[in-house]
Nanobody, 116 residues
Framework: QVQLVESGGGLVQPGGSLTLSCVVSGRSIFSLDAMGWYRQAPGKQRELVAA???????NYADTVKGRFTISRDSAKNTVYLQMNSLKPEDTAVYYC?????????WGQGTQVTVSS
């Protein structure tokens, strides 16, 4: 059983930065094939923001490339999403995601609001 707990969301002005954290329990993050961050804005479908796989292959949505960075810390069993140059359109609930061969696990989500 994998459990995911996100934190780090909040209210930030346009151009600001936030770092989201996802603490994983139940499995070592290096035993997982992949981990990702998704987001869902009001009235929109949930979308992939960033993912990290294998030895550290990363991919990003076009809308966040160059601004967001996904990383992981094995000592803390935590995955991070560093978000810079935030825009109002980045406002959403952000979810940590772990796909496995049996189940896909989700965190409870953390709200990010970008507004002046």
């Amino acid at each position: 059983q994998v459990q995911l707990v996100e934190s780090g969301g909040g209210l930030v002005q346009p151009g600001g930065s936030l770092t989201l954290s996802c603490v994983v329990s139940g499995r070592s993050i290096f035993s997982l094939d992949a981990m990702g961050w998704y987001r869902q804005a009001p009235g929109k479908q949930r979308e992939l923001v960033a993912a990290i796989r294998g030895i550290g292959v990363r991919n990003y949505a076009d809308t966040v490339k160059g601004r967001f960075t996904i990383s992981r810390d094995s000592a803390k069993n935590t995955v991070y999403l560093q978000m810079n140059s935030l825009k109002p359109e980045d406002t959403a609930v952000y979810y940590c995601n772990v796909p496995t061969s049996q189940l896909t696990y989700w965190g409870q989500g953390t709200q990010v609001t970008v507004s002046s």
